[in-house]
């Protein structure tokens, strides 16, 4: 009885807020305009859930025995990853709402604290549910307990304006007493190339926010120690970010967690800490023989400054271990995620160090084989152990066509996530062209009739301004040497001129047919020119053809030099054309957007993110005004080494005027984002649901460098 009761306040007092929540939302929608839509590569079908599995159960005996199964604890919304457990649930409900703490003591709590997207935002949740040791039965069911609570931890204010409502918090948050000790991107850097991330520290009772990572520098994957004195963190410190985008090579650095002081670097080389008491934690970094290892650190922190006393390595060669966990309440156990010749996945096991042994024991590949699982966690008792995967095509919600992302300027533009990539709007705004390999799909803006109207290897789209239901392409490869045969296309959509039933096959006409890596092409807003980049003069230049009829009716070229110009867009007032070029520094890797009219005049740079930086991807505004782009300008978010597979984990979408002025960062993730496009037709912020018949669940890869490295390593050990 009392426990009902409690529940039911609580459940009250979360709706509550959650209503404050969409208040504080909808006051931000104005007179609206536009929609940028852009992707993230894999990221809409990730299904990430968190998941646990029991041990037991004598942590004396040498051998740990894993129960069978394991129970979903999130709620197949969204995303949800990067768990914690936290102490003491009824403690920290006490601290959130005093007034229902006396009948706290009564109700048998559960708690886990984590990450979600939900919502088209990052943020941090506390889900509260009836602890099942009350009935075994229900252990592995916690989904079917009708009583979950949910809050979100915190609501950070905005510091760029807009009411910025998109950051990331993408690093596992902890609970130490009163506060909560998270990462967040809400504060920007204001030098290029470096993240954003840094260490924050919320008083739960009053949600008073302090900063404890120093200004200018970023800090990832921060670690309490039991007693919560300190804090570790992986930093480059003051050295700033390389453009590394597998280890990190970050240091990892020690500080006070009570106000940041103390800050000292105590591994040189390092990432992902954990404790195990007070004066051990373990941490991982790519070893000098190649493999992934887990190291143990002791420092001697009694004084006001720690120092490090040994560093020994945890893992031998032979397999890829990282991302450890320790608890306090197990001394000799360490959780890893590994990768193994056995396996093609990323699976969870226990490292008992006990007695001086050094033994395995698997916890995921016996219970789902076929799943990538990522970053371990030790209930408070060391009784569970805590982890993310896909949670496959059960218990959750399944991949969205079009993701709605919290806009930072709603009544400017809203902002979506498409389920593939290249993306580009018809002029009515009515259907939305887009890339999924292979193939080149075109949906209604609603999600209604999708239909793949090209079935070969296609990159970008661009519709015609004027010619209704024609769509320009390239078919080839992508990213491909000046040689590659890519050629130009355009696709004729017919039956646009009545209604979404057309049956009859689109029409394909060859605009270029050399092959000499033709592609890009975006149309001149009177319809009558195609601007696209060709390696023909043995550069990927700029050239100018016959939108119509194509390079056999007329081809001038727009620009000209030993070096790159690529991803060109027109804008809509025809004025000026945007491209991607690494002319500042040819075949280095870097690009920076140039502006040049189509007349060949007033070529100029409008923007670069810092020396060596990226940025890619420029499409006009529908008022010509800004771009909006893609770009390494906020570095990485978070360790790769904790997320599936990107290329480019620092790709986040910008806007920028088209003078160079006002940069401003749209999105907030540690994926690879990118291939953004601005339609002036508003489309309302809310999730459109995938139509496609037979769309795929946890299609994603782990890092293609952790398994080829480790092949290669396998090969010469042999
Ligand atoms: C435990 O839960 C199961 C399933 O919800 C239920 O059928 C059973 O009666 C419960 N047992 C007890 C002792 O409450
Ligand atoms: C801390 O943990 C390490 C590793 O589990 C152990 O060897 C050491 O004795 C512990 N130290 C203290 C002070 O508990
Ligand atoms: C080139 O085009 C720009 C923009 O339309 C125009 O202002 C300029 O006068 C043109 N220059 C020449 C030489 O035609």
């Known amino acids: 009885m009392m426990r009902r009761s409690l529940l039911f306040k609580l459940f009250l007092l979360s709706f509550l807020l959650s209503s404050l929540v969409s208040l504080y939302l909808a006051t931000g929608a104005g007179a609206s305009a536009g929609t940028i839509l852009f992707t993230t590569l894999g990221r809409s079908r990730y299904g990430f859930d968190i998941f646990a599995s029991a041990i037991s159960p004598s942590y004396d005996d040498a051998e740990l025995v894993v129960d069978?199964?394991?129970?979903?604890?999130?709620?197949?919304?969204?995303?949800?990853?990067?768990?914690?457990?936290?102490?003491?649930?009824?403690?920290?409900?006490?601290?959130?709402?005093?007034?229902?703490?006396?009948?706290?003591?009564?109700?048998?709590?559960?708690?886990?604290?984590?990450?979600?997207?939900?919502?088209?935002?990052?943020?941090?949740?506390?889900?509260?549910?009836?602890?099942?040791?009350?009935?075994?039965?229900?252990?592995?069911?916690?989904?079917?307990?009708?009583?979950?609570?949910?809050?979100?931890?915190?609501?950070?204010?905005?510091?760029?304006?807009?009411?910025?409502?998109?950051?990331?918090?993408?690093?596992?948050?902890?609970?130490?007493?009163?506060?909560?000790?998270?990462?967040?991107?809400?504060?920007?850097?204001?030098?290029?190339?470096?993240?954003?991330?840094?260490?924050?520290?919320?008083?739960?009772?009053?949600?008073?926010?302090?900063?404890?990572?120093?200004?200018?520098?970023?800090?990832?994957?921060?670690?309490?120690?039991?007693?919560?004195?300190?804090?570790?963190?992986?930093?480059?410190?003051?050295?700033?970010?390389?453009?590394?985008?597998?280890?990190?090579?970050?240091?990892?650095?020690?500080?006070?967690?009570?106000?940041?002081?103390?800050?000292?670097?105590?591994?040189?080389?390092?990432?992902?800490?954990?404790?195990?008491?007070?004066?051990?934690?373990?941490?991982?970094?790519?070893?000098?023989?190649?493999?992934?290892?887990?190291?143990?650190?002791?420092?001697?922190?009694?004084?006001?400054?720690?120092?490090?006393?040994?560093?020994?390595?945890?893992?031998?060669?032979?397999?890829?271990?990282?991302?450890?966990?320790?608890?306090?309440?197990?001394?000799?156990?360490?959780?890893?995620?590994?990768?193994?010749?056995?396996?093609?996945?990323?699976?969870?096991?226990?490292?008992?160090?006990?007695?001086?042994?050094?033994?395995?024991?698997?916890?995921?590949?016996?219970?789902?084989?076929?799943?990538?699982?990522?970053?371990?966690?030790?209930?408070?008792?060391?009784?569970?152990?805590?982890?993310?995967?896909?949670?496959?095509?059960?218990?959750?919600s399944p991949p969205l066509l079009l993701e709605n992302i919290k806009s930072p300027s709603p009544e400017t533009f809203s902002l979506?996530?498409?389920?593939?990539?290249?993306?580009?709007?018809?002029?009515?705004?009515?259907?939305?062209?887009?890339?999924?390999?292979?193939?080149?799909?075109?949906?209604?803006?609603?999600?209604?009739?999708?239909?793949?109207?090209?079935?070969?290897?296609?990159?970008?789209?661009?519709?015609?301004?004027?010619?209704?239901?024609?769509?320009?392409?390239?078919?080839?490869?992508g990213f491909a040497e000046v040689s590659t045969e890519v050629d130009i296309i355009s696709i004729t959509l017919n039956g646009e001129e009545e209604d979404d039933d057309d049956t009859t096959e689109p029409s394909i006409k060859k605009l270029t047919s050399g092959g000499q890596n033709n592609a890009f092409p975006s149309p001149s807003p009177d319809g009558k020119w195609v601007v696209f980049r060709s390696g023909r003069s043995g550069y990927k230049n700029l050239y100018v053809m016959d939108a119509v009829e194509g390079e056999s009716a007329r081809i001038f070229q727009l620009t000209d030099g030993p070096w790159t110009d690529t991803m060109c867009n027109w804008s809509p007032d025809g004025e000026w054309i945007a491209f991607a070029s690494d002319r500042d520094d040819p075949g280095g890797g870097s690009f920076s957007i140039y502006m040049v009219h189509p007349n060949g005049t007033g070529l100029r740079r409008v923007v670069q993110s810092g020396d060596g930086g990226r940025m890619n991807h420029p499409w006009f505004s529908p008022d010509s005004k800004r771009l909006v782009l893609t770009s390494d300008y906020a570095g990485v978010s978070a360790e790769p080494i904790s997320n599936p597979h990107h290329y480019q984990p620092y790709g986040e979408i910008f806007t920028v005027k088209i003078d160079g002025s006002e940069i401003r960062r749209l999105t907030h993730n540690s994926f690879e984002d990118g291939t953004p496009t601005w339609s002036p037709v508003f489309l309302n912020p809310s999730d459109v649901g995938e139509s496609l018949q037979g769309v795929a669940y946890c299609r994603f890869d782990d890092c293609h460098w952790l398994s080829l490295q480790r092949n290669e390593l396998d090969g010469k050990s042999c």
Request: with cysteine; net charge positive; hydrophobic share 35%.
């Open 416 to 477: 979506f996530r498409i389920d593939g990539s290249f993306p580009s709007f018809s002029p009515d705004g009515r259907r939305i062209a887009y890339v999924n390999l292979p193939g080149l799909y075109v949906v209604n803006s609603d999600g209604s009739n999708p239909r793949r109207v090209y079935g070969g290897n296609a990159f970008p789209t661009a519709w015609d301004w004027k010619r209704k239901g024609v769509i320009y392409t390239s078919h080839g490869l």
């Open 68 to 396: 069978a199964g394991e129970s979903q604890l999130t709620d197949g919304i969204s995303v949800n990853f990067n768990g914690f457990f936290p102490y003491s649930p009824s403690s920290l409900l006490s601290l959130l709402h005093p007034a229902s703490s006396p009948a706290i003591g009564s109700a048998s709590l559960d708690a886990l604290i984590y990450v979600t997207e939900r919502g088209g935002r990052s943020s941090i949740y506390l889900d509260l549910f009836p602890t099942s040791s009350s009935n075994s039965s229900n252990r592995r069911s916690n989904l079917e307990v009708p009583t979950r609570l949910q809050f979100p931890l915190l609501l950070l204010p905005s510091t760029t304006g807009g009411g910025h409502p998109s950051v990331s918090m993408k690093d596992r948050p902890s609970v130490s007493g009163d506060r909560l000790i998270f990462v967040s991107t809400h504060e920007p850097s204001f030098s290029p190339r470096q993240s954003w991330a840094a260490v924050y520290s919320t008083h739960l009772p009053t949600g008073a926010t302090t900063r404890l990572t120093p200004e200018g520098i970023a800090d990832f994957s921060p670690a309490v120690s039991p007693s919560g004195k300190w804090t570790a963190v992986a930093s480059y410190g003051e050295l700033g970010w390389s453009g590394e985008v597998r280890d990190l090579k970050t240091g990892i650095y020690v500080f006070k967690t009570g106000d940041g002081s103390a800050r000292t670097l105590v591994v040189e080389h390092g990432g992902w800490p954990c404790w195990a008491n007070d004066s051990t934690f373990f941490f991982h970094r790519e070893s000098s023989d190649g493999w992934w290892s887990v190291y143990r650190a002791t420092i001697a922190a009694d004084g006001d400054t720690p120092s490090l006393t040994s560093i020994d390595r945890i893992t031998p060669p032979g397999f890829h271990a990282f991302t450890p966990a320790a608890t306090a309440a197990a001394p000799g156990l360490i959780a890893v995620a590994t990768r193994r010749a056995s396996s093609q996945f990323r699976h969870i096991e226990i490292i008992n160090l006990r007695d001086g042994g050094n033994t395995y024991v698997e916890i995921t590949r016996p219970i789902a084989p076929n799943y990538h699982h990522y970053n371990p966690f030790f209930s408070p008792d060391a009784g569970r152990i805590g982890y993310h995967r896909c949670r496959g095509g059960r218990n959750g």
